[in-house]
Nanobody
Framework: QLELVESGGDVVEPGASLRLSCTASMNPLSDFAVGWFRQAPGKEREGLACISTSGDNLDYADEVKGRFTISRDNAKNTVYLQMNSLKPEDTAVYYC???????????WGQGTQVTVSS
């Protein structure tokens, strides 16, 4: 199984920005669509954004549309999630995963913690 590693999480104040990164061991990320997900304490994991293999097709959940941007650099084998105007309700562990038929494909990695607090 491909291992995906998330990074970039931090503790920030409301209104701040963060950029998360998702990299892959072994196989190139460019071979498949990738999504970002998050899980807040006491809540189910939810999908936030998805990007196609070429990067031409993007999809966002309503709650992050206009604030978050997913992108990929296949040369660097990395998928990014740029998060702007962060809110306390964005506090969660953020994960990336391969997406197949609109669903996550691999077992989840450790994720990266994002905390938005004043």
């Amino acid at each position: 199984q491909l291992e995906l590693v998330e990074s970039g999480g931090d503790v920030v104040e409301p209104g701040a920005s963060l950029r998360l990164s998702c990299t892959a061991s072994m196989n190139p990320l460019s071979d498949f669509a990738v999504g970002w997900f998050r899980q807040a304490p006491g809540k189910e994991r939810e999908g936030l954004a998805c990007i196609s293999t070429s990067g031409d097709n993007l999809d966002y959940a309503d709650e992050v549309k206009g604030r978050f941007t997913i992108s990929r650099d296949n040369a660097k084998n990395t998928v990014y999630l740029q998060m702007n105007s962060l809110k306390p309700e964005d506090t969660a562990v953020y994960y990336c995963n391969r997406v197949v038929s609109n669903s996550p494909y691999y077992a989840w990695g450790q994720g990266t913690q994002v905390t938005v607090s004043s």
